[in-house]
């Protein structure tokens, strides 16, 4: 089984700073995945962290401590088209199953 | 690259119908394809793992025979509600892992399927 734990709401303004933590229980471990959800759309695949440490990508960044089973998402000079919600996605095994948290939602005001 | 449609975007049906719901990648071949259902509020839960050319796997609690996967070609994988429901109403979304010409540590996610049981 699995046990994914990430804020169910955030709020920051433009051009702030926001980071969304993820904490996880699995019974194993073969990466963790972030993707961004506007409402209605499909998500889109935003990082992907395998080793410890920091993935930057622009204003995204990502970083992951497996020995804690912990990740946050970076989001940096917020624009008002960050507001959306942000999935972290654990992969166990091989077989490229994901199990989802429950999303965390990102507000951002002018 | 990496393009997965859907179709249709939004359905709408009677209780006891039977829909379809078609994922294709466009620009590459699909290894294997993952359908997801999502309910307002709440995150993606897989429905069932489809290889092409095998019979798909089915997480607990999804019943088979209700939600029928075909995974025909490496580009086209249907899912379909038999004997709709209230119930069954929700955001069915796809995702497809490509094979060799791109990563394979990502999932690609197709733009969703609403369907309305009335």
């Known amino acids: 089984g699995q046990n994914i734990d990430q804020p169910t709401e955030m709020t920051a303004t433009e051009g702030a700073i926001v980071q969304i933590n993820c904490t996880y229980q699995?019974?194993?471990?073969?990466?963790l995945f972030w993707y961004q959800q506007h409402a209605g759309e499909a998500p889109t695949f935003l990082s992907y962290?395998?080793?410890?440490g920091l993935e930057e990508k622009g204003r995204f960044s990502s970083f992951l401590s497996r020995s804690k089973g912990y990740s946050y998402l970076l989001l940096k000079e917020l624009q008002m088209k960050d507001s959306a919600s942000y999935l972290c996605?654990?992969?166990?095994?091989?077989?490229?199953?994901?199990?989802f948290g429950a999303g965390t939602t990102v507000t951002v005001r002018a | 690259g990496a393009v997965v449609s859907q179709h249709p975007s939004w359905v709408i049906c009677k209780s006891g119908t039977s829909v379809k719901i078609e994922c294709r990648s466009l620009d590459f071949q699909a290894t294997t394809m993952f359908w997801y259902r999502q309910f307002p509020k709440q995150s993606l839960m897989l429905m069932a793992t489809?290889?092409?050319?095998?019979?798909?796997?089915?997480e607990q609690g999804v019943e088979k025979d209700k939600f029928l996967i075909n995974h025909a070609s490496l580009t086209l994988s249907t899912l379909t509600v038999t004997s709709a429901h209230p119930e069954d109403s929700s955001f069915y979304i796809c995702?497809?892992?490509?094979?060799?010409?791109?990563?394979?540590?990502?999932?690609?996610f197709g733009p969703g399927t609403r369907l309305t049981v009335l």
């Open positions: 996605a654990v992969r166990e095994r091989s077989d490229y199953k994901l199990s």
């Open positions: 995702s497809a892992r490509p094979g060799t010409s791109l990563s394979t540590d990502t999932q690609y």
């Open positions: 699995t019974s194993g471990f073969n990466g």
């Open positions: 962290n395998v080793l410890d």
């Open positions: 489809s290889n092409e050319g095998s019979k798909a796997t089915y």
